[in-house]
Every structure is written in C-alpha cells, then in structure tokens.
C-alpha cells in the first residue's frame, strides 16, 4: 500500500495493520529532511505529487517485490507539501518471514520510489533562493508541472 500524506507521517501510526502471525522480521526506512544539500544550506523542502500516477506505479513496485523476495505485507507514506529540517519526508515498512527479504525487500521499494514515482523536491535555501531539485532526465531538464 502507498499512501500520499499531507499530515506530518510523526503523527500517524506507520505500522498499523502492517503484522502477520508469519512475519518473523520488520525492516523500515525513515527519509529525513536534511539542512544541506549540493554545499547549499536549506531551511524547509517542499514536496508535490501526481497521485493517480504515483499509485498506479506503486503498484508495479510492489508487484515486482513481491516477486523478488519473500515479503508478507509492506507499507510506504510520502509526505506531500511543506517540511521543515527533521521531519519524516518518507516511511518504508515490510514484514517478512526472514531479516534477509525484509531489508532487501525495505531498500529497493524506496530506491524504486525514488526513481519511478512522479514526486517533485523544491528546496528553500537560507539565502532566501529555491528550486525544484532531481527534476532532469539523463541532461536534458524537465520542467515542473
């Protein structure tokens, strides 16, 4: 399941209905917003999502890890919105028979997201400046919707 949150993921219970009487481990990322980023100093990030789309490839994801590995349930939330330095911008949560398919199962769900969903950063810099960060396909940049 992946679920799209304008209220603060601190604030929700991320494991709720994420057990199983087979699940022997639990693995979890935690995405936090940092202070810094490319020798630039930020003070807030800014996070916005094209949901229809973000679900439909989600499930891909999922459907791949699942294949891969030996998961029972997972869990993702992606904040949407402003942040500031510290809070959770993303959560990963997979139960699993064994420790080994839960961590491999956690780390490639949040590396796919990271590439395949249509989730665009803007950073607020100290100096007052902003910009949308990791917008770009291979050199050629892509403008935000």
Not at 82 to 101: S, Y
Not at 105 to 113: F, K, L
């Amino acid at each position: 399941m992946f679920y799209l949150s304008t209220t603060p993921l601190e604030n929700i219970n991320l494991k709720e209905n994420l057990k199983s009487d087979q699940a022997g481990a639990f693995a979890s990322f935690e995405g936090l917003v940092r202070n810094h980023n490319d020798g630039k100093k930020v003070v807030a990030l800014e996070y916005e999502a094209f949901e229809p789309l973000c679900q439909k490839e989600f499930e891909v994801i999922l459907k791949e890890a699942k294949e891969r590995f030996a998961i029972i349930d997972l869990r993702c939330f992606h904040r949407v919105g402003k942040l500031t330095i510290g809070e959770m911008a993303v959560w990963v949560g997979v139960i699993a028979a064994h420790r080994d398919d839960a961590f491999a199962a956690c780390r490639y769900i949040i590396d796919e997201v990271k590439k395949r969903l249509p989730i665009w950063k803007k950073e607020y810099y100290v100096d007052g400046e902003s910009g949308w960060v990791n917008c770009q396909v291979g050199n050629a940049w892509v403008p935000h919707p």
